[in-house]
């Protein structure tokens, strides 16, 4: 643990972090509506480290505290360029810990890294948990009223695996939820996680909240994201997590018409 807890230190001296990006889309138009900032690690012996590796050390260790730093600066970085590059404003997702909003400063680092990049706050957009949402204290919850009125996006990922309260949809504001891959995954098999995608999307949209759908793989799940009106997907299904330039190459793929007809159909 202290050894991983070093390279992760040194890693990040080294800028051997990088991120890659998970395109979200549209489900009805086949638009690509988003892109989801992923890290990852390029080690010198083991390749591309997955943040399963690194996150859980990170947090504990609070290396997540300048690591988060970095992937707010980064994907501000990144949202400037792709916008320089002519491609039309792709806002970027990024997840953030618990951590991150119990101790102080994250708002400062996230107005910075907005400022320096130069970018409007509505194309970043937080991913939480329900745990940051709810935190006792009420702490996290100002922090979060906060960054709304800075005015990025502010998205409940994983939703309905953690706390799971509906009060927190009332109680802080929030832009949008995921729909965890644990669902999507077993929905087009299982009556149960049927039920709760088919509930999470009709509550979203009377919530006046955008409904993602992650970890989509098959057509099969496809189709039924489509026939219950699921507004977003994102999953393997229409691409991984890509490196920057490989995300354009994509992008610009998309948008050929003849290649957007693949997914709208
Ligand atoms: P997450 O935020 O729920 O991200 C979705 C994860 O599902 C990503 O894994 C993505 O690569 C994977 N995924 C996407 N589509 C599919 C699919 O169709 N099938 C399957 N089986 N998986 C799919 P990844 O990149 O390994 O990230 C895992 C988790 O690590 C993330 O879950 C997030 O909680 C955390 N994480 C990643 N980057 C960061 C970061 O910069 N900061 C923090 N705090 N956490 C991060
Ligand atoms: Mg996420
Ligand atoms: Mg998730």
Not at 11 to 36: C, I, M, S
Not at 204 to 209: E, I, K, V
């Amino acid at each position: 643990f202290k050894t991983m807890e070093h390279e992760i230190r040194l890693a990040l001296q080294r800028d051997e972090f990088t991120l890659h990006y998970q395109p979200k889309l549209n489900l009805e138009t086949g638009e690509v509506v988003g892109a989801e900032a992923l890290l990852r690690w390029r080690h010198r012996d083991r390749g591309m480290v997955p943040p399963s590796d690194i996150i859980a050390i990170a947090e504990a260790s609070g290396l997540i505290q300048p690591i988060g730093a970095w992937v707010l600066r980064q994907s501000c970085a990144q949202i400037k360029k792709w916008q320089a590059l002519g491609l039309p404003a792709i806002p970027i997702a990024v997840n953030t810990s618990a951590l991150q909003f119990k101790r102080s400063g994250l708002l400062d680092v996230v107005s910075d890294a907005i400022s320096e990049a130069g970018i409007l706050p509505e194309f970043l957009e937080l991913e939480i948990t329900e745990s940051v949402a709810m935190d006792r204290t009420g702490a996290s919850a100002n922090v979060i009223k906060q960054l709304c009125d800075l005015g990025v996006q502010i998205t409940i990922d994983d939703f309905g695996t953690d706390f799971a309260t509906f009060r927190l949809l009332t109680d802080i504001p929030v832009n949008g939820i995921k729909i965890d891959r644990s669902f999507v995954h077993k929905m087009t098999r299982d009556s149960k996680n049927a039920a709760i995608v088919k509930a999470i999307i009709l509550m979203g949209r009377d919530l006046n909240l955008s409904v993602v759908a992650e970890g989509v793989e098959t057509e099969a799940e496809h189709r039924f994201l489509r026939s219950h009106g699921c507004e977003q997907v994102q999953g393997w299904h229409f691409s991984r997590a890509l490196p920057p330039d490989q995300f354009v190459e994509w992008y610009q793929s998309m948008h050929q018409p003849s290649l957007a007809t693949v997914i709208s159909q």
